[in-house]
């Protein structure tokens, strides 16, 4: 079968979107896209109603049937109808689980890793050593109520003692699921499986009991995708069987339905392989900040569950405290009258900043959100824990050991960002900054936004099984997320090391596709910001000695970059970047590179 | 006619309202279809299983998990009070025995011969729900609650602390403008529920708690004293469960804020009645707002009238609240809602109302916009 036409819809918590993908000159691209809000919640308590009244708007705009009353209609006959029709979900909260294992660093992190990587929120992790008696353990699972429990621990062949005592204190709990009080909670059994026959004589009762590959069959070795499929069958059978409409959205789509995290992680692992690049990700919601990352093929995903833009905004100037947020705005602010305001953003959350001076503090705290969620991805994406390694004794005097981050900054070749602050912002170079700024890229970086937040439904496309159409729902997911989703902002290079040292760090020549030259000089704590579009171009960087932009210390770089809407960036401010403590100061540098960047011009006049 | 749905605040005289009261875990109904119920009342009950304690019996005694049945003393459903023996050697000869004590009174759930772990349970805990408002029983959800039927005012805010709670309304403040300083509050107030104008003042908060004031009404309360009042840094907006004896309504938001006119005046002209307020907030999906519950006599003839829906969003003529900086919590009404997306100073591009604030006409998004809903 020739896939011509897609509807794609994913069913977030406050709004559903679709999208329709058709087959035009001999390729995918995006060519509508509807909303509506999602109708999880009384007085509709049926997902489809907001699924169907998306697909309405698309239908409007198209000008295309696509219903059949209340059915979408497929296949495509004609020129009304789509070929096929997919969803995500992360109404009603999402996938909500919680996680076991025996050793808190080691199975219950492979634990969390899996579910994360399902797209869940982890609620919590229990470990026999996490210092928690077991009535504390009990009374904690039975206060979370979790939509599904992961229970790993121990290596295949090991002690079992451990594992079987965690499942001794899941009985003792007796966790109901947080949807309906008629069915058993779905527990996946991913552990030690000399265990397994024990497991289910303590479990297999009381729980909807699944076994599943040991999530770590030998300490140096991750299992994570058995345990990762698991949750997704688990999520459907159970967890959407439970959710108002969803067995009928269900029997709608081509594809099982996936959970919006878990597809847009799905997506970036696919796109990271194809270009054999290092990707991080994030999406920075109004409760959450998700970051994706993969390094050295490694794919892993974070949740930060209290940061966001709006519901949790308080939460963000808790953690970040008022001076972090403050050393992004470019004037003097009464901070008692600040934290009101954004007590009043907290309790109003679909409000959006009318005036200049609110749009920058906004952004001031999204830069926070970010590095916050950016500081737990980084200590979460480690090298598995507990490993021996051999050692020479040219290591004999490194310290570096298991459990290393893997994000390394000066690796990183593409950041993409969104979620309304980033996506929405009303200049391209402010999600630039914004990025820049929290996430402080090393090296060359191209930055990137998602347009409308289409990486969920691309992701669920992107991971179809029906082997007749699965390649082709992938080629049509990659085309439409180079075509339509990603907006190109353009590439971020920043010399790194001693660049106070040097009175021009690094000198950049720069040969634009029309043969246009161009040399450039940057120096310490300058920001500079050139226009160029999405197009090739050849750059030799020559940073000074003690400075390095990629290949080392001092070492030149001859490489083609890309430009984008907002361009060239080039950032000579150092990492890790310093903000002067003193207010007039702060001012000053933060007016300077806000200029140079082009970001608030008003604010510069 | 132009229209937008902006969800608000309620701001109701006489409305039906229908309240459900339900239990944590099933249990039983103690009242039934059509009776009538005062806010103290007790409408259903039930008991918590009790608290889980776990003993390593086999590494306690320094057996082997498989033999502790052996040493137990006690069985599976015996129940033992705390300090009593559970398990025991046999020791050398009858000398050198080693025991088990219970740490607590419960009953022995299990003892595993895998792990060696005796777990026992204590007493359940009784939970009980009280009818919160006056009113009827309309509808019995069988061994879980009920719903109870009520007429009466209804007024929404926008945030509070502290639960459930109930007392006659006393206005403080001579208007809607006037804050409530700590003078103004005495052990008088003691069982009330103060309404305010503008604002209350940490202070004077303190000392609504110390005077046992049993609740507070307000327009604004400032976000960075709750930090004192609740002992943390509030960073996400989900209260209720605080323990504090005078709850606090705000409604309008944080910072100095005159109350609503309507919310005001309904609230001065049911001066001396007895209400039913809950400081429970949630603002998440499934939003959860603060209210102001006064039943009213009911009046079956109106009733037709009560049952009608009367979210029917913003139109030309709404009256609109600010809800966000400029005109922040200014009241106006709705002249005009282009189609067309327009440029604010912060050049976000967004869908605006045209309202009129005290004579003069102002573009405001219409996402900072909330309809006041009054009947």
Request: glycine residues 10%.
């Amino acid at each position: 079968m020739k896939l011509r036409s897609i509807l794609a819809t994913d069913c977030g918590s406050t709004t559903t979107k679709a999208i329709l993908i058709e087959f035009i000159d001999g390729e995918y691209r995006l060519t509508h896209r509807g909303e509506a809000p999602t109708t999880v919640e009384a007085p509709f308590e049926d997902v489809t109603r907001g699924v169907l009244n998306a697909t309405m708007e698309v239908e409007e705009l198209s000008g295309r049937k696509i219903l059949d009353g209340d059915n979408i209609s497929t296949p495509q006959k004609g020129d009304s109808g789509v070929d096929i029709y997919i969803s995500t979900s992360s109404a009603g909260g999402g996938l909500q689980m919680m996680v076991a294992g025996v050793v808190k660093s080691m199975t219950g992190e492979s634990a969390e890793r899996a579910a994360l990587g399902a797209g869940s929120i982890v609620m919590d992790v229990l470990a026999s050593n996490d210092g928690r008696k077991p009535h504390e353990k009990i009374t904690r699972i039975r206060q979370l109520r979790p939509d599904m429990i992961l229970l790993s621990g121990g290596i295949d062949g090991g002690t079992t003692k451990h594992v079987i005592e965690l499942a001794e204190i899941l009985a003792a709990a007796n966790p109901q699921p947080r949807l309906g009080q008629d069915y058993k909670l779905p527990v996946i059994y991913a552990g030690n499986k000399k265990a397994t026959s024990d497991i289910e004589r303590t479990l297999g009762e009381l729980t909807d009991l699944d076994v599943t590959e040991n999530i770590r069959p030998v300490l140096e070795q991750e299992n994570l995708k058995p345990s990762r499929d698991k949750i997704h069958d688990l999520f459907m059978e159970h967890v959407m069987q439970q959710a108002p409409g969803y067995k009928k959205l269900m029997s709608w789509t081509d594809a099982p339905i996936m959970p919006t995290p878990g597809a847009v992680g799905a997506l970036i692992e696919m796109v990271a392989k194809k270009e054999n690049i290092s990707v991080v990700g994030v999406d920075i919601g109004g409760a959450t900040t998700d970051i994706f990352s993969v390094f050295q093929d490694q794919f892993n995903r974070t949740v930060s569950a209290n940061l966001g833009m709006s519901y949790s905004i308080c939460n963000v100037l808790a953690e970040a405290s008022l001076p972090n947020v403050l050393r992004w705005v470019p004037f003097d602010i009464d901070e008692k009258e600040l934290t009101n305001r954004i007590g009043n953003k907290m309790i109003r959350p679909t409000t959006v900043p009318q005036s200049l001076e609110e749009l920058v503090i906004e952004q001031a705290i999204a830069r926070e959100a970010l590095r916050l969620s950016f500081v737990q991805h980084k200590a979460f994406a480690v090298n598995l824990k507990g490993v021996q390694k051999e050692r020479t004794i040219s290591d004999a005097f490194e310290q570096s050991d298991s459990g290393q981050s893997l994000v390394d900054m000066m690796e990183l070749d593409l950041i993409v960002g969104s979620g309304g602050v980033l996506s929405h912002a009303p200049r391209r170079e402010q999600s630039a900054k914004m990025l820049i700024d929290s996430f402080l890229p090393e090296g060359i970086t191209s930055l990137a936004v998602d347009s409308i937040f289409m990486m969920p439904q691309l992701g669920v496309m992107a991971n179809i099984e029906n082997k007749e159409i699965a390649e082709q729902a992938r080629v049509a997911a990659l085309e439409v997320f180079e075509k339509d989703c990603l907006i190109r902002l353009g590439t971020c290079i920043a010399p790194v090391g001693k660049l106070s040292g040097s009175e021009i760090p690094l000198q950049v020549n720069l040969e634009f596709k029309n043969g246009e030259k161009k040399d450039i000089e940057v120096r310490y704590g300058e920001l500079i910001r050139i226009e160029a579009e999405y197009e090739e171009i050849k750059a030799v960087l020559t940073p000074a000695k003690g400075v390095d932009v990629g290949a080392g210390d001092g070492e030149q770089i001859s490489t083609t970059i890309f430009g984008g809407q907002v361009g060239i960036v080039f950032d000579g401010r150092g990492r890790p970047l310093e903000i002067d403590a003193s207010s007039s100061k702060r001012i000053s540098n933060l007016k300077k590179w806000s200029e140079a960047m082009n970001e608030y011009p008003e604010i510069g006049k | 006619m132009a229209h937008s749905y902006t969800p608000g605040l309620k701001v109701l005289k006489n409305t039906k309202i229908l309240k459900e009261r339900r239990l944590p875990l099933k249990g039983a109904v103690s009242t039934s279809l059509g009776n009538s119920v005062k806010p103290d009342d007790i409408i259903a009950k039930t008991d918590l299983p009790g608290n889980v304690q776990m003993v390593n019996v086999a590494n306690q005694l320094n057996v082997d998990a498989s033999d502790v049945k052996e040493v137990m003393v006690a069985e599976i459903g015996s129940e033992v009070v705390k300090n009593e023996l559970i398990a025991e050697t046999k020791g050398l000869f009858g000398f050198f025995k080693s025991s088990v004590n219970s740490p607590v009174s419960g009953t022995i759930e299990s003892i595993s011969d895998l792990t060696g772990q005796v777990v026992i349970r204590e007493a359940p805990l009784p939970v009980e729900v009280d009818a919160y408002i006056e009113g009827v029983i309309d509808e019995v959800i069988e061994k879980e609650g009920v719903v109870i039927k009520s007429q009466g005012a209804f007024i929404q805010g926008i945030f509070g602390i502290g639960g459930e709670s109930r007392g006659e309304i006393k206005i403080l403040s001579s208007d809607r403008d006037a804050e409530i300083s700590a003078d103004m509050i005495s052990t008088d107030h003691e069982g009330l529920i103060i309404v305010g104008g503008s604002f209350i003042s940490l202070d004077a908060y303190k000392k609504a708690l110390d005077c046992k004031v049993a609740g507070v009404v307000v327009g604004g309360f400032n976000y960075y004293d709750l930090d004192e009042v609740l002992g943390y840094t509030l960073g996400v907006a989900i209260t209720g469960s605080e323990d504090l004896i005078t709850s606090l309504i705000v409604t309008e938001g944080y910072g100095k804020i005159q109350m609503g006119q309507q919310t005001f005046d309904l609230l001065k002209n049911n001066s001396g009645k007895l209400a039913s307020i809950n400081g429970a907030t949630q603002i998440r999906a499934g939003v959860i707002r603060p209210e102001i519950i006064i039943p009213i006599k009911s009046n079956k003839d109106d009733e037709a009238n009560l049952d009608k829906d009367k979210t029917v969003g913003m139109t030309e003529g709404s009256t609109v609240r600010v809800i966000r900086s400029p005109n922040f919590g200014k009241i106006g009404t709705v002249k005009e809602l282009p189609a067309e997306l327009r440029q604010m100073e912060s050049e976000t591009m967004v869908r605006i109302a045209i309202i009129e604030i005290d004579g003069n006409k102002v573009e405001i998004p219409r996402s900072n916009l909330e309809v006041v809903e009054t009947d």
